[in-house]
């Protein structure tokens, strides 16, 4: 019963290292998101895949790329990290039809020195 | 454009006493309101959906459009209620839009 799968758990990088988040999910969910969590702002949407193939912007893509490998698999990328994103990082997913939850990850911590 | 506001970022209460965690929101259609809960160092978990109009572990929430408003409350808070508490819209694009979360601790 895994539900959705994060990896790493946590990760430290130097400014201006490259990195990639991993998510996967079994559930056969169509649409997947990567959120940040910051303290004190909840949790903000950085990227989201209403379905494989198709990837749209969220409220702070700034900074990030996102691929939607295939529809289990939707990743994260960092191109150039910068100490401002450093954060929590959540992958949820979501099945079709009306008022069906998001499934979440258990995040991944990342620290950017 | 959809907005979730959690006015109280911390809110303490002892055992035994009621608890109330505001939650309002901004939509102009007809939203699908959610409330998850993160215990310390775990994932977020639905605790539960409007549409459902159930209870959870005590817990009921009321969509009153009137007020645009889904507070969450318990008659009688536990100490394993302390935990992140976040309100959260669906719109028609079926993201989730998240409030700022309120830190529940349930004093002995």
């Known amino acids: 019963n895994a539900g959705v799968t994060q990896t790493p758990k946590f990760q430290v990088l130097k400014t201006g290292q490259s990195m990639t988040l991993q998510c996967a999910q079994d559930?056969?969910?169509?649409?997947m998101y990567w959120y940040r969590q910051d303290p004190g702002m909840g949790l903000r949407l950085i990227y989201y895949?209403?379905?494989?193939?198709?990837?749209d912007k969220g409220e702070v893509p700034n900074g990030y790329n996102v691929s939607r490998l295939n529809k289990r698999e939707f990743s994260l990328r960092l191109e150039s990290a910068a100490p401002s994103q450093t954060s929590v990082y959540f992958c949820?997913?979501?099945?079709?039809?009306?008022?069906?939850?998001?499934?979440f990850g258990d995040g991944t911590r990342l620290s950017i020195l | 454009a959809q907005r979730v506001t959690q006015p109280e970022k911390l809110l303490s209460v002892f055992k035994g006493a009621p608890v109330e965690l505001k939650c309002n929101y901004s939509?102009?259609?007809?939203?699908?309101l959610f409330w998850y809960v993160q215990y310390s160092r775990q994932r977020l978990q639905l605790l539960l959906r409007?549409?459902s109009r159930e209870s959870i572990k005590g817990f009921t929430a009321d969509l009153n459009k009137g007020e645009t408003s889904f507070h969450l409350k318990k008659p009688f808070a536990q100490e394993e209620d302390s935990a992140m508490y976040y309100c959260?819209?669906?719109?028609?694009?079926?993201?989730?839009?998240f409030g700022s979360g309120t830190q529940l601790t349930v004093l002995p």
């Open positions: 409007h549409i």
């Open positions: 559930m056969n969910h169509n649409s």
């Open positions: 959260a819209l669906s719109g028609s694009a079926r993201q989730l839009t």
């Open positions: 949820a997913s979501r099945g079709t039809g009306g008022f069906q939850p998001q499934h």
């Open positions: 939509y102009s259609g007809s939203p699908e």
């Open positions: 895949s209403a379905s494989e193939g198709t990837t």
